[in-house]
């Protein structure tokens, strides 16, 4: 057995040039973990084994091989030369559920590439980050972006604004308009608790001048509430507004003076009069029917009834639409012919992606990198009765447009999320937004994996940087929680910003005597060689 394991990733024994690797497999069985355990080094092999270890020959392991953690090195999102620090191995097969177990104490994959970073050491601690799609609701700015995706595939309009090649930070007028409660609570640096002052101090100066107006003018002057909203929404001062019209029927119209009302009010007065006494008991009902805006009540109940991720995403088109927009899931493997037959297309797509965002050369982004880089997964597909359609391991999910791939996201499903690795797209769609609305729509298939697969409940969006700027938009998926990178807990996350606002890396569980999980010492265990 220990020959049979030994054997994958062997020839590493002489590119080591001393450094101390270990290998070891994992695997899970009746909710206790058992290992094995070599270490190489110094002519030295040493066998560890903890825990129960039965029916190997029935059980996939995972098969890892583990590197210690090294000098400082260049950090790719502050450009510090020697600030980041993090833990690594190569995983040459894993179960979906292992890698589920890592990603929830801190890990990420890269390929076949797994590594942590090292929280207190690094300079930018990477927090994992989750998303609840189940209480998803979509914000302002995200709204734009699916309307946008829609008058484009109907009409072929493309926006003229700004366009954003990549997710970018919320506007204020869209935190507001998402969560002003929430907002509120977090006391941010923008100091919304004076403008929650202000708009209340503005609101009640309105209400008064609108009891001194209807006292002196009650009977020809009307303050039109819409108009006033409309100033307090974009912060100018309320200022009353006098407006000669007709009061409308039960807001304090006097009708027993004439002088007040126009000739218009007193034909349909003359009207509703006569149609009460040809049909007295429906007439005023028909009236209504007739004379008010057959729209004004529907639309204010819409209005109380957003829409959902899934109608503003699949709202239907035009029979004459001027694009079609089409999403493939295709499992990563060269096994599978959807895959092998769209590969050369998703390989000139990364490169051409790589070249424009990130303006990598050529030589970094060949067709070896492509593929060790997004196509080859440690994980192994499995197709259980009880989980998805799909079945769990890696995919990529192609956005066919009018029969080319315009992007691709990379994602794992795994048994209690989907998680995604990665997204590159066609930078001439740019203006689609195309990495806001790819993660809406992982939002909504991990919720459609939910309907069949119910503990399938969350959406990983990797690491949350709060130090890099450019990292933070994932913040504006609510609801979102971080990982406690002490105790492995999840923390809703406006309860870990205030604190990251100040330290870069902290601990989010607030329960002193909470301590790291059983699976955790073991690993440190196994790191350490004891």
Not at 281 to 295: D, V
Request: aromatic share 12%; with cysteine.
């Amino acid at each position: 057995m220990a020959q049979a394991a030994s054997a994958p990733g062997g020839s590493r024994r002489s590119s080591a040039c001393g450094r101390r690797a270990a290998r070891c497999i994992v695997g899970w069985r009746r909710r206790r973990w058992w290992w094995w355990w070599w270490w190489c080094g110094a002519g030295q092999r040493r066998v560890w084994r903890a825990g129960t270890m039965a029916s190997w020959a029935s059980l996939s392991p995972s098969i890892v091989e583990y590197f210690e953690g090294e000098d400082f090195y260049r950090c790719g999102y502050c450009k510090n030369e020697s600030g980041s620090r993090s833990n690594g191995m190569w995983a040459h097969s894993m179960t979906v559920q292992d890698y589920q177990d890592l990603i929830d104490r801190g890990w990420r994959r890269s390929g076949k590439y797994m590594y942590k970073p090292v929280m207190n050491q690094t300079c930018c601690p990477q927090y994992t980050i989750r998303c609840q799609p189940l209480q998803f609701q979509p914000s302002k700015s995200h709204k734009k972006v699916l309307k946008k995706m829609l008058k484009f595939l109907a009409k072929g309009e493309i926006s003229k604004g700004h366009c954003e090649d990549e997710p970018m930070e919320p506007t204020v007028e869209d935190a507001v308009a998402g969560d002003f409660a929430l907002i509120t609570k977090l006391d941010a640096q923008c100091d919304l608790r004076t403008l929650s002052g202000d708009f209340r101090e503005s609101l009640e100066s309105e209400e008064k001048k609108k009891i001194k107006s209807s006292k002196k003018e009650e009977s020809n002057e009307l303050i039109q509430s819409q108009d006033i909203e409309e100033k307090l929404g974009s912060g100018e001062p309320s200022h009353s507004v006098k407006v000669h019209t007709v009061p409308k029927p039960g807001k304090g119209a006097d009708l027993s003076k004439p002088p007040c009302r126009k000739a218009k009010e007193i034909r349909k007065e003359r009207r509703r009069l006569k149609l009460m006494q040809q049909n007295p008991a429906g007439g005023l009902e028909g009236f209504q029917a007739q004379c008010e805006p057959p729209a004004l009540f529907p639309a204010k109940a819409k209005s109380n009834q957003p829409k959902s991720l899934e109608d503003l995403i699949f709202e239907s088109l035009p029979e004459n639409a001027s694009h079609k927009l089409e999403v493939r899931l295709v499992p990563v493997s060269f096994e599978d012919p959807e895959f092998k037959s769209s590969f050369n297309q998703s390989f000139s797509l990364y490169v051409k992606y790589q070249m424009a965002i990130h303006q990598d050369p050529p030589d970094e982004c060949g067709k070896t990198e492509f593929t060790r880089f997004l196509c080859n997964s440690p994980l192994e597909a499995e197709n259980p009765p009880n989980g998805p359609d799909c079945g769990y391991g890696s995919f990529h999910q192609q956005y066919w447009l009018d029969g080319k791939i315009i992007a691709v996201g990379v994602i794992d499903i795994l048994p209690y999320c989907v998680s995604s690795v990665y997204l590159y797209y066609d930078p001439d769609y740019s203006f689609l937004s195309l990495g806001v609305y790819s993660a809406l729509r992982e939002i909504a298939f991990t919720r459609q994996l939910h309907e069949k697969t119910p503990q399938l409940s969350y959406y990983y969006m990797g690491f949350y940087i709060h130090s890099c700027p450019k990292m933070k938009y994932k913040g504006q998926y609510r609801p979102s929680d971080l990982l406690c990178p002490e105790t492995y807990v999840w923390v809703p996350i406006e309860q870990c910003l205030p604190s990251l606002e100040n330290f870069k890396y902290c601990r989010f569980n607030q329960d002193p005597e909470a301590v790291t999980g059983l699976f955790c010492l073991t690993w440190q265990c196994l790191v350490q060689g004891l």
